[in-house]
């Protein structure tokens, strides 16, 4: 879907969601970070704020987390995620969920997360963004279609992109725990959104471009219910 204006990916999106939780209100709602969703959470707290949408029966599974930083730094995206999801949108916090980068063993905490998503029915919508490198949640260039949540290294482009959060370069976290691509495919839909055309290559190679490890996007196109929403600026590959 192509729309006139970055607004307009967060309202369609954002119309998306709510139908979903308005038809089921224990929906399990897949959240992402990154500027790309805000467009969405934005017009989500209108529809709250309103009184026409209620996550407090809501569930909520984050993609991704920071290795490295404490729980309460301002960019882990536990707090992230409080900051611009549970505390504007009223879910409650108890039901939502981030994966635990500070776990003493990493491994089990990421294997726990995927068995804590299927005991809670598996997510139901998925919110994605894309980074300008392809990469959805922290699932980096040559990451495995089939993967689990787990640790990874972040690319030296995802940390780049992503230095604008912290104070310089060398504060970016360098591995993370992310939700694996086949992890991300079991959800019932999935909602990419870009904006912009620094994503323009990446939304072409995603959309239009052969599947590939080097485009973990491209896993997209295996889904039987994927929809990709885009401002004209990040449409313009294709
Ligand atoms: C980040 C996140 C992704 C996000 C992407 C794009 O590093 N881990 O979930 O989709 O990169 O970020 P943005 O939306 O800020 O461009």
Known sequence: IILPSAAEVGRVAAAKIASRVTEKPTAV???????SPQGIYADLKRRVDAGELSFALAR???LDEY????ADHPQSYLSVIRRDVVEPLGFNPDRVHVPDGRAADPEFAARSYDSAIAAAGGVDIQILGIGANGHIGFNEPTSSFASRTRVKTLAPQTREDNSRFFDSLDQVPTHCMTQGLGTILD???????AQGDGKA???????????SSFVPA??????????????EAAATGL
């Open 187 to 193: 959800a019932r839909e999935l909602l990419l959104v």
């Open 29 to 35: 709602i897949g959240l992402a970070t990154g500027s």
């Open 60 to 62: 909520g599974f984050a």
């Open 201 to 211: 290559h990446a939304i072409a190679a995603a959309v239009e471009g052969p599947l």
């Open 67 to 70: 290795l490295g930083i404490p």
């Open 218 to 231: 491209s896993a997209l196109q295996l889904h039987e219910h994927a929809t990709v929403i885009v401002d």
